[in-house]
């Protein structure tokens, strides 16, 4: 069974392999593509909406728990560049997921 995560801009769960993880490294956040990354990670459904209202709602700040809001540029740009070829796992799928 694989494990299922809560998107921070969305709030949807959905099967960890459908989301991308970020931390914060030095004041700016980055995609932790292995999610083995150190420290503390918040998922994020990758598209640019889900992004866009994570953002809107400080939710980068409240999830990695910093003390000021974090530098979104790298991160905005990376999900501008995937976010049209990764499909998106719906809250559905990721109860299938939990009940099989």
Not at 43 to 59: C, G, H, M, N, Q
Not at 65 to 88: G, N, Q
Request: aromatic fraction near 4%.
């Amino acid at each position: 069974m694989e494990p299922v995560r809560t998107c921070i801009g969305t709030r949807a769960r959905a099967p960890r392999s459908a989301l991308v993880r970020v931390v914060a490294r030095n004041g700016r956040l980055v995609v932790d593509p292995t999610a083995t990354l150190p420290g503390r990670g918040a998922w994020l459904t990758p598209s640019i909406d889900a992004f866009e209202s994570a953002v809107k709602r400080r939710a980068f700040r409240r999830a990695l728990r910093l003390d000021s809001e974090p530098d979104v540029d790298e991160l905005r740009a990376y999900f501008t560049r995937i976010a049209p070829s990764r499909p998106i796992a719906t809250t559905e799928q990721a109860e299938r997921h939990m009940d099989n």
